[in-house]
């Protein structure tokens, strides 16, 4: 993404920043926006569909994935242990707990790349370390790691594991979203209540 579009995802984050902030003068930016401008254009924001899918497999504790998408969105099909923040909901205080784990590594999507990008502005602006973007959201993620398969008499032994992990995240991925809505619902619930917990809730 070049520069100018950078700047106006900027702006456009800082406009709705503004707009739908409930109480501007208990949230501040915390970069100035030449140091936020610098971290945005850089490549090492963005996690691939395939690190991604990557921490699906492992159930790696150290990522947390925040699905952007409605709530209808997220129910009708989601990345296994994304947690629903939907984009237009993002400041709301009940979801600080998500935003204030310091070992961990928050990676939004949604169907594409602007929401993200704007959700990452806001988070990274707002003083929330280790923020990333799932390059290309769930769109690529159905490209990449959903519809892949193996063409071909020959395959390299990294293009084996590539193929072998997409395989696997793919496999996750069906199973979780096969589930009928009522079991899909206790998971999440699980999932959310493990999270509460780890935080010294209840």
């Not at 963005?46 to 409605?70: H, M």
């Not at 961990?104 to 169907?111: A, H, L, P």
Request: charge should be positive.
């Amino acid at each position: 993404m070049n520069a100018r579009i950078k700047i106006t995802v900027l702006l456009v984050g800082l406009g709705i920043l503004l707009a739908f902030m409930p109480n501007p003068s208990s949230k501040t930016f915390k970069l100035k926006p030449d140091d936020l401008l610098e971290k945005s254009v850089s490549s090492e924001i963005y996690f691939s569909v395939d690190q991604v899918a990557r921490f699906v497999i492992t159930e790696d504790s150290t990522v947390q994935l925040i699905d952007l998408r409605s709530a209808d969105e997220f129910r009708k099909c989601n990345i296994p242990g994304a947690v629903n923040i939907p984009f237009d909901d993002l400041l709301n205080p009940a979801w600080s707990v998500y935003f204030s784990q310091k070992n961990v590594r928050t990676i939004f999507y949604g169907n594409g790349d602007q929401n993200a990008n704007v959700a990452w502005t806001i988070a990274t602006g707002l003083g929330t370390e280790n923020c990333f973007v799932m390059k290309g959201g769930l769109n690529e993620w159905f490209k990449t790691v959903v519809l892949t398969k193996f063409e071909g008499e020959k395959i390299t032994p990294r293009e084996n594991a590539l193929f072998e992990n997409r395989y696997k995240a793919r496999e996750i991925f069906n199973q979780i979203n096969s589930l009928p809505d009522s079991l899909k619902t206790k998971y999440f619930d699980s999932k959310r209540l493990q999270r509460a917990k780890l935080d010294g809730g209840c």
